[in-house]
């Protein structure tokens, strides 16, 4: 199957690792826990991806940029339940130590890629109102 462009992002190729290590992770996960925290964990893991590739396919920079700020808030919502795992004991330090740094470059890389939507020739964002609907200058 050929690339899209969101494929080609640097910040969906880190949700997709992201997204990767945490299955790998939660897999072997007995069934209580799966269904507890591992469910929700690869949900929200998964939905930062998700969300980045529906927001570029969306064709409008309104769109992408909600999409984008939905996928922000899943990593949050990611980091929540990875704090839970390790409370509980199914996270090890050393399954940390390999998530913490992909998510250190996620975060800003989609803060980065969020700013970077919708950005004109000159370098100046285009101007919209509460709805998302372009206004003048």
């Keep these: 199957m050929p690339k899209t462009n969101f494929q080609n992002l640097r910040v969906y190729q880190l949700a997709e690792k992201l997204s990767d290590v945490v299955w790998e992770m939660v897999i072997c996960w007995d069934s209580f826990a799966k269904d507890t925290i591992g469910k929700q964990l690869v949900k929200s893991t998964d939905s930062v991806g998700a969300n980045i590739a529906e927001g570029e396919g969306r ?60 950005m004109t020739k000159d370098k100046q964002r285009p101007m919209t109102n509460d709805q998302g609907q372009m206004t003048q200058k």
């Design 59 to 118: 064709g409008s920079y309104q769109d992408n940029r909600r999409f984008v700020r939905i996928a922000r808030g899943s990593l949050q919502e990611t980091q929540h339940w990875l704090r839970r795992a390790f409370k509980r004991g199914l996270v090890s330090q050393e399954q940390i130590a390999v998530i913490k740094p992909i998510i250190e470059q996620l975060s800003p890389t989609l803060n980065a890629y969020l700013r970077s939507i919708g």
